[in-house]
Nanobody, 122 residues
């Protein structure tokens, strides 16, 4: 089994910053493909925020370009989301995703974390 665990969410004022972290854990992980951050608010579909491939190629949603930065540490099996100049409309549950995780005992696709709540007050 593998799992993704997010941390770093919380309450911040508009204009502030937060850094989300996501750690992949499991038995003998040797490869993780694209990782990403998604977010969801009540009544809306989950939407992509940013993704990063194993080679470091990044894609951002238009609504976060210039404010958020995604990065990853392959050696630690972690992905991060630095969020600056936060806006009230960024309030959501943020989920970490791994497109594919390969271990010595299994091949896991579309792995999701449990989510971390980010609340931006005006």
């Amino acid at each position: 089994q593998v799992q993704l665990v997010e941390s770093g969410g919380g309450l911040v004022q508009a204009g502030g910053s937060l850094r989300l972290s996501c750690a992949a854990s499991g038995r003998n992980i040797f490869s993780i493909s694209t990782m990403g951050w998604y977010r969801q608010t009540p009544g809306k579909q989950r939407e992509m925020v940013a993704t990063i491939t194993s080679r470091g190629y990044t894609i951002y949603a238009d609504f976060v370009k210039g404010r958020f930065t995604i990065s990853r540490d392959k050696a630690k099996n972690m992905v991060y989301l630095q969020m600056n100049n936060l806006k009230p409309e960024d309030t959501a549950v943020y989920y970490c995703n791994a497109d594919r995780i390969l271990t010595t005992v299994g091949d896991y696709s579309e792995v999701w974390g449990q989510g971390t709540l980010v609340t931006v007050s005006s």
